[in-house]
C-alpha cells in the first residue's frame, strides 16, 4: 500500500563513488490513519505504531516497483537507507512477511571519514547494510587495539532488504571517540560483517 507520492532522485550524469544517504520522514498519526484506513493497521491508537513497523521505500523501474528496504526510525518519525541508483521512490505500507535468504551483506560507510565535533566532514556515520529478511542486529563500534567503544545497536530486529543505522561518534560514556581508525562489525542472521573507518576530530 504506497503511503506518499513518489520523489524522482537524480544526480545528472554524475558517477557515484559511494551510496547516497536517503532519508523518508513521515508523520506518525499521518501514516497510521492512512495504513487503517486501508485496513493495515487495527485501531488509532496503534495504528501510527504498527504502521512504522512495516514501512519499506521502494524504487521504481521500468512501471514496476522494486522493494529496497530501510531502516524505520518511529522516534524521529523517519524511514532511513543509502541508495546507489537514481529512480523514483515511494513510502509503502506493507501487510505481509517478506522473505529471502538468510544473508548479511553490503555494509558500507556514508561518509567513511567523519568528525563527530563538526570540525571536518559529516557529525554522523551512516552504516548501511542489507539483510536477506528481517532478522536482530547487532552494531558494534571497536577501536584499533580491540576495545569496545560503543554499541550502536543491541539485537533490534530490522526488516528484510537495506537498512542504515547511525553512530553520533560518541562512546559509552558519552564523550566523544578520539581521532584514528576503528573497527564496525554488524551482526545478523548468524553472520558478521566487518570494515574500518576513520574518526577526525
Known sequence: ?????GYDIEWG??????PARLEFSYATGGAGAA???????????????????????????????ERIGGTTD???DRVSLAITAPGTY???V????????????????????????????DRELG???TLGRAAPVTVRVYSRSGRLIREVVAGQT???GANLVRWDGRDRNGGYAADGMYLVTVEALGWTERKTLAVVR
Not at 13 to 18: E, H, Q
Not at 51 to 57: F, V
Not at 98 to 121: C, D, E, K, M, Y
Open 1 to 5: 500500500i504506497q503511503l506518499l507520492g
Open 13 to 18: 550524469g554524475a558517477l557515484l563513488m559511494k
Open 35 to 65: 495504513a487503517a484506513s486501508r485496513g493495515a493497521a487495527g485501531s488509532d491508537a496503534g495504528g501510527a505504531r504498527q504502521a512504522a513497523e512495516h514501512l519499506a521505500l521502494y524504487r521504481s523501474s521500468n512501471g514496476t516497483w
Open 74 to 76: 518511529p522516534s524521529a
Open 90 to 92: 515511494a513510502l509503502f
Open 94 to 121: 506493507e501487510t505481509g512477511v517478506i522473505s529471502g535468504p538468510g544473508t548479511l551483506s553490503s555494509l558500507a560507510f556514508t561518509p567513511r571519514v567523519f568528525s563527530p565535533t563538526g570540525a571536518f566532514a
Open 127 to 129: 552504516i548501511s547494510f
Open 158 to 160: 530490522m526488516n528484510a
